[in-house]
């Protein structure tokens, strides 16, 4: 397809049913035309390309299998001219600036100058990857060529120099482009659309998977105003002359005008605000030496998350013997506000209930648990009550078990409540979000059943299911529930109308498991799987069209478990891991493409087994979080807080935490939910009585954060750097002009003030100087002391320190030795030579360690001896 260049609402298309189509295109706001203006038959099979002339109006270029076709637009009939037949397929087509000459280029990498005009060759360029750079324009007033190819994502920008001894030209790589995603295409924007007054020399608009991303070129000028030297004359939008005048043999030239915006009242285009993203050095003998990119794509608010481990105070640590091997169904532990639950490998189906209270190092000792009698496969906390907890065995039961205030002081073996009907092992179970005492849970019989808790009965079976069922959750008010199944179906319930699916649609490909969440209100539903090559991703559902398939998709990494979702309504942000994972990702989700946004993720030191959430409540809103979760490792439970960083801590960042749903409190009973009533929960504020909302924040005055560069550049005198320095020493000091507190004073004169004050500092100075030589003094007497009793015999040990490199203390302390006698000393050499032997696992160093101080000590007792022996001739 292209745009006229003298007609920016005509487009024309060619496709595979052999048809030229133009179509008069309308503002943006109003509905497009369902059919096309003129539609022109060639008759010469599948057709690939078509482009407009660059000076004629209605002119254009058709690109048949193998033959490029010339048409007049206004002659219907029959093509202006049928050009020589290429030996295989066509590939590309190019008219000359001036539009004189054609060239085309077929799969047989043969190009074909038509004589209709003169070009200098196109080129291709391979990629590192193999993928064929195609050029996308060259620029016909800076010399420049924009590179692009179908699946990488750099996209290289070069400067084609003439060179002065011939007519060929070279190319010099000006910058790349690095984009996130693959380019499936790339179109560029007119000249006289561009930014001129901010340097902007070239803007191309790049084609992705799920959106069209501009990518800008900025020349960074000092001075914001328009530059001759990179904006010469450019062609303008009327036409030099008709197609008939061309075929007659006609050359005019479109007349050029200028892009100064002076000399254009009426511009074309508004130019785009942009702010510049990033800047690349150019190479050697490009005109500028930097260039800017901009890729300007939607960011979240909460990009800048950081997760972080909270003090080691509130861990609760020495946990034994966990089960790290329920189902993926399962996610893995369970929390609330005051405890948490805990499988346990222990025969008997075991759950440990920890405190929350009661942080620290459990007892080695063993302690009290939920004894279940049959394998754990899922368990729950009764949202509303903080002692309820529901668990499914393998014996296809629920037990609700009540825990006492306090948590357990001895092992429970009696449940309250069991819930008997599935005729299989159970998958999961999940408490109403709304109506108290409401269960629904999946199995491997294929139903998913309702269960109403306080009085034990079944009340609801659904079916539709023909796989294993990876996954349930409840829509937001509580009316639906949506289900995803390992045959390749996503699935919504409306359970009080029917029993079968009210809509159903295509899920992930892959069948290793699944998770489901709703999100943006309860109007779309979040699936988190894995593809058809194992990689887990993220699929955006619309809740109202089911059908439809997936409105997006979010691919996140390759690895064997199954993405755990915590959706967070206040801010839209959806927490994932996975058993197993070292890595938390994290997502914003909006209703508007692109849908997933992805903010920072946080890293755990070692792999963790589960991560559950806690109540808004938990979350201190003087340290911005957002979340607060517990991170289950082999031995610990770890709380883990998601702040956001912000410099205004001291309000509240209403921006960040909107009126929160009290959802620990019921809206209806299950009866009441049961026999067709809605409720929905009350909201209420975060915000601390004495905190004051961000938005009603005193409005500060910009300051500048660093000073000019040339503050830092300019020269100074050595005078200039001496009043600096005297001044920021009268700073310290204080105001010279205020007056000192003594002036104050009463009854006493100013000249009695002065000679008082000689008087304290000449006795001070007396004291300090006196006091200073009494301590030299002293010192020297006790040096010299040390010294006449340490004799020659201290000189002969410290020297003999030196040589070997240990003093004799250390050697003491080396053969555990504290009386110098020489048996003493060849009992424990060797003893410790032996048990350090190699052959017995010992260690050489240690060896030489103990030889070195056996010499050392022995090197003493002969220096103590010959001191010994003079004292006895002299007697």
Known sequence: MDFSPFDESLLATCSGDETVKLWRLCDPELQQPSSPELTLRPGHGRLELVAFHPTSSGLLAVGATKSPLLWDTSRQDAPLAVLEQHGDQLQSLSWKQDGSLLASSCKVITTHHIPVSFMASPFMSKHDNGNVLFPLQLHPCLLVCYLFGQTVTATPFYDLIPLSSSLSLTLSLVSHCLADTSTRGVAMVPKLALDVMSCEVMRVLQLTDSCIVPISYQVPRKVCEFHDDLYPDTVGTTPAMSADEWWQGGNKQVEKVSLNPNKQPKPKAAPAKEMPAKKEL?????????????????????????????????????????????????????????????????????????????????????????????????????????????????????????????????????????????????????????????????????????????????????????????????????????????????????????????????GPEGHRGARVVWVCEGKYLLVSGFDSRSERGLYLYAADSLSTGAI????????????????????????????????????????????????????????????????????????????VGLMLTKTTIE????????????????????????????????????????????????????????????????????????????????????????????????????????????????????????????????????????????????????????????????????????????????????????????KNYEHLFKVNDKSVGGSFYIQSKVVRAKERLEEELNIQTQQEKPQKTET
């Open 639 to 826: 709380p883990v807080a998601f702040r956001v960083p912000r410099v205004k801590k001291e309000f509240f960042q209403d921006d960040v935490y909107t009126d929160t749903a009290v959802c620990w409190e019921p809206a209806l009973t299950a009866s009441a939910w049961l026999s067709g009533m809605n409720g929905h929960h009350k909201k209420i504020s975060l915000k601390p009585k004495d905190m004051t909302p961000v938005s009603e924040a005193p409005k500060e005055a910009p300051v500048r954060k660093y000073l000019p560069s040339s503050v830092y550049l300019e020269e100074k005198t050595d005078e200039q750097k001496k009043e600096e320095l005297l001044t920021a020493m009268v700073a310290k000091l204080g105001n010279m002009d205020d007056p000192l507190p003594q002036e104050s004073f009463e009854g006493v004169d100013e000249d009695e003030w002065a000679k008082y004050l000689a008087q304290i500092i000449v006795m001070g100075a007396q004291v300090v100087g006196r006091a200073f030589a009494r301590a030299l003094q002293q010192e020297y007497a006790a040096s010299q002391a040390a010294a006449k009793a340490r004799g020659s015999s201290a000189q002969h040990s410290a020297a003999a320190s030196s040589i070997t490199g240990m003093t004799v203390q250390e050697a003491q302390q080396i053969l555990n030795i504290s009386t110098l006698t020489p048996e003493e000393i060849q």
């Open 282 to 506: 150019a190479s050697k003998g490009s005109k500028e030496c930097f260039f800017f990119f901009i890729v300007t794509r939607p960011t979240s608010k909460f990009r800048h998350i950081q997760g972080a481990v909270m003090h080691r105070d509130t861990h609760i640590t020495n946990l034994r013997g966990l089960n790290l091997t329920t189902p993926g169904e399962s996610d893995g532990f369970c929390a609330n506000s005051q405890r948490v639950a805990v499988p346990l490998a222990i025969s008997g189906g075991q759950i440990a209930i920890l405190e929350r209270s009661q942080p620290g190092r459990l007892p080695d000792t063993s302690m009290p648990t939920i004894q279940n009698s049959v394998n754990v496969v899922d368990f729950s906390w009764d949202p509303f009550d903080t002692h309820q907890l529901a668990v499914a065995g393998d014996d296809a039961k629920i037990r609700v078990w009540q825990v006492p205030e306090g948590g357990l002081t001895e092992t429970l073996t009696e449940p309250e409540v069991i819930l008997q009907g599935h005729t299989e092992k159970i998958y999961s179970i999940k408490y109403h979000p709304l109506a108290s005492g409401l269960l629904v849970s999946s199995s491997y019989d294929l139903t998913v059943r309702l269960w109403d808790v306080d009085s034990g009965e079944e009340v609801k079976i659904l079916s539709g299911h023909q796989d294993q069922i990876f996954g349930m959750a409840w829509s937001p008010d509580g009316k639906l529930l949506a289900t995803v199944c390992k045959d390749g179906k996503v699935r919504i319930y409306d359970p009080r109308k029917s029993a079968e699916p009210v809509q159903e649609g295509p």
């Open 552 to 627: 997006d998709t979010a691919m996140v990494d390759v690895s064997p478990s199954t993405l755990i979702p915590f959706y967070d309504p206040d801010t839209s942000v959806v927490i994932l891991t996975g058993k197993g994972d070292t890595r938390v990702h994290i997502y914003e989700v909006v209703t508007e493409a692109p849908h997933f946004m992805p903010c920072s993720s946080f890293n755990s030191p070692e792999p963790h087994k589960g991560l559950a959430f806690l109540p808004k409540t938990e979350c201190s809103v003087r340290d911005v979080e957002i979340a």
